[in-house]
């Protein structure tokens, strides 16, 4: 008896495996892919928002808690921002950090 039920767990449990193999595989066919980073992207998204929104880089990197230089590498694709950075930056601009990254997956793809 156990045997049996042993089998149709196993059976239960790699049809829901290759289910969620293939559910994954078609969201991200769905949505173009799997994106490469690039921080050219990033820094014109930002960019962007900051021009916008009317505020400075001494203005938004103060509300982000970060130095104005460091802002202006990012902006310009020359360093590459972390994730807390990328955080601060979409809270300063009055954003979750989710909108944040997903307006720059946009602009990679338009400008890919």
Do not use: C
């Not at 969620?20 to 994106?35: C, E, P, Q, T």
């Amino acid at each position: 008896m156990l045997r049996i039920i042993a089998k149709i767990l196993t059976r239960v449990y790699y049809r829901r495996r290759l289910f969620f193999s293939f559910l994954i595989h078609y969201l991200l066919r769905k949505r173009g892919g799997a994106v490469q980073f690039d921080n050219n992207a990033v820094g014109r998204t930002i960019r962007s928002l900051r021009n916008k929104k009317g505020i400075s880089q001494d203005v938004l990197s103060g509300f982000a808690g970060i130095a104005r230089t460091h802002l202006t590498m990012i902006e310009n694709g020359d360093k590459q921002a972390n994730f807390e950075t990328l955080w601060k930056i979409a809270n300063a601009l009055d954003m979750r950090p989710s909108e944040l990254v997903a307006l720059i997956e946009d602009e990679i793809e338009r400008n890919g």
